[in-house]
């Protein structure tokens, strides 16, 4: 009676529907017919009969935000092992909720963001999942586009020394720091602190070709593709391009020094310019 209006048809106060009728003399877009009549199956029977079906009587995962934790999974659990008798979770994953400039995320509020538009706004997807790991799922966190930016950059700053080690198929990863990294990990899926396990690598004394090879295993759990951007040869013509560009530059012929620089991004290339008048060429 919290919530809603106390029903009088409950038997006990705790009870939940498993199947709700259509309304008399009109039809609902989805209903079916049933033992019980026409109707619909209650929210919380959804999600188990879904898992029961596909997934068997009990798994290992279930996930959910953390406003699921009292209601809708404790009714889960009921009416499953009710059903089977037989554990229906192992391991329950409850995500805080996100926060959006410090407030709560809403449509009505104008503040609700999907993928779609973090892209328009210039951000890899990627970015975000390691805005994401920045802090663990039980706790808050709080979007802004600045903290999307950082995380952006530092996800850049990790593709460039990926770029920059020199691999060895002979190297193997470094036993002392992976272990650290799974550890953290095993640790209720702790993150933030594996993130951290791998930036202390990146600064150790280990051989970089080792450093790579431990990027890439860790890369397994990460998901950031740093193997996409493990060491690579700039064709030739990419090169003259950006030569040509950079006497263009000199002469100060703007409009050819651009046309250059859309034909290399046309290439699949980025040029930066340096402090000391050279350029570097980098993969898009």
Not at 100 to 107: L, T, V
Request: glycine share 8%.
């Amino acid at each position: 009676g919290a919530r809603v209006e106390i029903n009088p048809e409950k038997k006990n106060p705790n009870d939940f529907a498993l199947w709700k009728f259509s309304p008399e003399n009109s039809k609902r877009y989805q209903e079916w017919d049933s033992p019980w009549g026409m109707g619909f199956p209650g929210w919380h029977l959804e999600c188990s009969a879904m898992i029961l079906k596909e997934l068997g009587d009990t798994i290992d995962l279930h996930l959910g935000g953390e406003d699921l934790r009292m209601i809708h999974h404790q009714n889960e659990i009921a009416q499953s092992e009710s059903a089977t008798g037989k554990q229906f979770v192992r391991y329950w994953v409850h995500g805080a909720h996100l926060l959006i400039d410090g407030g709560r995320m809403g449509k009505s509020l104008g503040n609700f963001y999907t993928v779609t538009d973090v892209e328009k706004n210039g951000f890899d997807a990627l970015a975000l999942r390691y805005f994401y790991m920045t802090a663990h799922y039980k706790s808050p966190l709080n979007f802004t586009w600045d903290g999307l930016k950082n995380a952006q950059n530092t996800l850049k700053h990790l593709y460039e020394l990926v770029e920059s080690y020199q691999e060895d198929t002979f190297a193997k990863p470094s036993d002392k720091h992976f272990k650290k990294f799974l550890d953290k990990i095993n640790d209720d899926l702790n993150m933030p602190e594996a993130l951290a396990v791998v930036w202390e690598m990146v600064k150790s004394a280990i051989p970089e070709s080792q450093k790579l090879a431990t990027l890439v295993e860790m890369d397994k759990m990460l998901g950031f593709k740093l193997a996409d951007h493990i060491g690579y040869l700039v064709p030739s013509d990419v090169v003259n391009l950006a030569k040509m560009r950079q006497e263009y530059r000199k002469s100060g012929i703007w409009d050819k020094a651009d046309m250059m620089r859309k034909q290399i991004s046309d290439a699949g290339f980025v040029v930066e310019d340096t402090t000391n008048g050279s350029f570097k060429l980098k993969r898009k």
